[in-house]
């Protein structure tokens, strides 16, 4: 038989239970909610992106073309320039040549001279130097 403490018991779990589903469907509204939010912010997004998507297009069409109009005025500018550009990639550069020294005295010496005062000096030739400017001659000891 049942007795009214098991009527009881029966009653407060079915009052438990109410309210824990009452408690799980505002969750379930709440998530809903917030899942139809994150659908529309995702929705922007994805509009974002191929917006971006389209100017990234249009800026990479813009610099091949400018790049294009370079090129083309640079060939009808020096028609030889682009072709002697592409072979001179694939060699190496000629090394530099030294300029020849000229065969009269003056000059060698001014060139000395010139080279002489582009080395860092010492305390020593500095003070020969500044004793006689005018001799053009090193006093080393």
Known sequence: MITVEQIRLLEQKVHQAVERIDLLNQENRSLKSKLEHYQTRIAEFEKLIESFKK?????EQGIITALDELNRLEDELDPGTSDALETASD???????AVPESSSDDTSE???????????????????????????????F
């Open 110 to 140: 001014q060139d000395i001279s010139e080279t002489d005062e582009a080395l860092p000096e010492t305390e020593v030739e500095a003070e020969a130097e500044a004793d006689n400017p005018q001799s053009g001659e090193l006093d080393i």
């Open 91 to 97: 060699t190496p550069e000629p090394p530099v040549q």
């Open 55 to 59: 100017d990234q297009s249009e800026i």
